[in-house]
């Protein structure tokens, strides 16, 4: 059974910063991609950033050159950095594991941005 337990949200005023960690437990092994997602009240569930096994990322462009995501692969952890953060990226993050065909999700965090 593979687990997804995320932290570090909270609340930062516009320019600030935040990190996010989620920790994956089970067995993995092999490939995978562990990344974020996030979801603000009314609208869908989208990319923030994801990372390989093998190290390669990708961000979507709303977060490029602020948000810089990377892992341990030995703690099957992966880590949200979020700088010069604004309003809206005010939203609950999501921590996901994609595996062996399967899609595993965290339980979520709020991060909230103050102007």
Not at 59 to 69: C, E, M, P, S
Not at 72 to 88: C, F, G, I, R, W
Request: proline share 2%; net charge positive; with cysteine.
């Amino acid at each position: 059974q593979v687990q997804l337990v995320g932290s570090g949200g909270g609340l930062v005023q516009a320019g600030g910063s935040l990190r996010l960690s989620c920790a994956a437990s089970g067995s993995i092994f092999g490939f995978n991609v562990m990344g974020w997602y996030r979801q603000a009240p009314g609208k869908q569930r989208d990319l923030v950033a994801h990372i390989t096994s093998s190290g390669s990322t990708n961000y979507a462009d709303a977060v490029k050159g602020r948000f810089t995501i990377s892992r341990d692969n030995a703690k099957n952890t992966v880590y949200l950095q979020m700088n010069s953060l604004k309003p809206e990226d005010t939203a609950v993050y999501y921590c996901n594991l994609k595996f062996s065909t399967r899609n595993y999700w965290g339980q979520g965090t709020q991060v909230t941005v103050s102007s």
